[in-house]
T-cell receptor
Framework: GAVVSQHPSWVICKSGTSVKIECRSLDFQATTMFWYRQFPKQSLMLMATSNEGSKATYEQGVEKDKFLINHASLTLSTLTVTSAHPEDSSFYIC????????????FGPGTRLTVL | AQSVTQPDIHITVSEGASLELRCNYSYGATPYLFWYVQSPGQGLQLLLKYFSGDTLVQGIKGFEAEFKRSQSSFNLRKPSVHWSDAAEYFCAVGSYTGTASKLTFGTGTRLQVTL
């Protein structure tokens, strides 16, 4: 149980284009999902908290207009990197929190984004 | 604000030897503590967690961790390491804000296992 998937696993795009990454909770409903960014050999940095049916909460320093988050259903959150540039190249990982009563996040397998 | 320190960046152990990965946290209240493992190019897998109660928690793959409030530590242990345990290990502290838990991760410890 508590499986989270991400799509795509990896993506290469040209500078200036937009890329959408999907995060799905496969066997549970997640009112809250999280998006992290991980640079090579570094830890995970929380980018934003995605709440179903409401606006995402972004961490300080994360550009809302650049990293668009949509959480339209209880099993799907999307992260769109708009007008991507090489410095946006990174490993993006999402997680989903089980419904209330527990406080554990389950992580997706990650998406490797390379911007040329 | 909460923080997590993993003082060991890289640890090498022989297969069959015991393992202890250190984790120290800073948090104003009773923390939620987690250990995750990440294989190269993969997401994070939850090994174990501590919310309350028994301070020695058992996890998957034979791992355990002990919460020591007096030392602000949550060290991960395994009596006998297998080659497949080679990976990156992250300790995390969670802060519950009423609607969601925010995880703060340590910088990770890379475990290498020699045969």
């Amino acid at each position: 149980g508590a499986v989270v998937s991400q799509h795509p696993s990896w993506v290469i795009c040209k500078s200036g284009t937009s890329v959408k990454i999907e995060c799905r909770s496969l066997d549970f409903q997640a009112t809250t999902m999280f998006w992290y960014r991980q640079f090579p050999k570094q830890s995970l940095m929380l980018m934003a908290t995605s709440n179903e049916g409401s606006k995402a909460t972004y961490e300080q320093g994360v550009e809302k207009d650049k990293f668009l988050i949509n959480h339209a259903s209880l099993t799907l959150s999307t992260l769109t990197v708009t007008s991507a540039h090489p410095e946006d190249s990174s490993f993006y990982i999402c997680s989903a929190r089980l419904p209330s009563g527990t406080d554990t996040q389950y992580f997706g397998p990650g998406t490797r984004l390379t911007v040329l | 604000a909460q923080s997590v320190t993993q003082p060991d960046i890289h640890i090498t152990v022989s297969e069959g030897a015991s393992l202890e990965l250190r984790c120290n946290y800073s948090y104003g209240a009773t923390p939620y503590l987690f250990w995750y493992v990440q294989s190269p190019g993969q997401g994070l897998q939850l090994l174990l967690k501590y919310f309350s109660g028994d301070t020695l928690v058992q996890g998957i793959k034979g791992f355990e961790a002990e919460f020591k409030r007096s030392q602000s530590s949550f060290n991960l242990r395994k009596p006998s390491v297998h080659w497949s345990d080679a990976a990156e290990y992250f300790c995390a502290v969670g802060s519950y804000t009423g609607t969601a838990s925010k995880l703060t991760f340590g910088t990770g410890t890379r475990l290498q296992v020699t045969l």
